[in-house]
């Protein structure tokens, strides 16, 4: 079973962890990661997860940006 239209297939990768400040802990608890997009043309980046350490609460304000 063939399924119709293009199937893209990009690898991804995810960039170095960084720490990110957390609202809720009010401390740098929280770990932001870029996930990125290995185009042939160059990378770009498909979006941003945030989780924090201790209260496990994504946030993702820049992710659905652009
Ligand atoms: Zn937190």
């Known amino acids: ?19 990110r400040w957390c609202r809720t802990c009010k401390a740098d608890t929280a770990v932001a990661v870029d996930v990125l997009a290995l185009f042939p043309a ?9 989780v924090c350490e201790l209260c496990d609460d994504p946030e993702d304000p820049e992710a659905h940006r652009g």
């Open 42 to 50: 160059g990378v770009a980046r498909v979006a941003t997860v945030a």
């Open 1 to 19: 079973m063939s399924a119709p239209g293009v199937q893209v297939n990009v690898p991804v990768t995810v960039g170095e962890p960084r720490p």
